[in-house]
């Protein structure tokens, strides 16, 4: 499966961004998806995931209650609703599909990134 992500930009802290990752591929609806984040000079993490039917989803306990990931199979795209942004939310996020075990997802493809900041 092939990804590619968009929505990312530059916004004020408090306000909201919308990431949409979009896929190629017959195989979009046999995966789970997800969202990482990479801020400079830090590793890349884990921000949500959703399972491949959209019932199950995780987040990180850094973006619990402001962050909504969502997919629609028919459009083969998944979304990251982002609201209350802060400053820290700052960074390169990645999509990606694969397993999602418990509370993380285990990457298997990975798209280019879009970059979001969030300014004070």
């Known amino acids: 499966v092939q990804l590619q992500a968009s929505g990312g930009g530059l916004v004020q802290a408090g306000g909201s961004l919308r990431l949409s990752c979009a896929a190629s591929?017959?195989?979009?609806?046999?995966?789970?998806r997800g969202w990482f984040r990479q801020a400079p000079g830090k590793e890349r993490e884990f921000v949500a995931g959703?399972?491949?039917?959209?019932?199950?989803?995780a987040y990180a306990d850094s973006v619990k209650g402001r962050f909504t990931i969502s997919r629609d199979n028919a459009k083969k795209t998944v979304y990251l609703q982002m609201n209350s942004l802060k400053p820290e939310d700052t960074a390169i996020y990645y999509c990606?599909?694969?397993?999602?075990?418990?509370?993380?997802?285990?990457?298997?493809?990975w798209g280019q990134g879009t970059r979001v900041t969030v300014s004070s």
């Open positions: 990606a599909a694969g397993v999602l075990f418990g509370d993380k997802l285990s990457a298997t493809s």
């Open positions: 591929g017959r195989a979009f609806g046999s995966y789970d």
């Open positions: 959703v399972s491949a039917s959209g019932g199950s989803t």
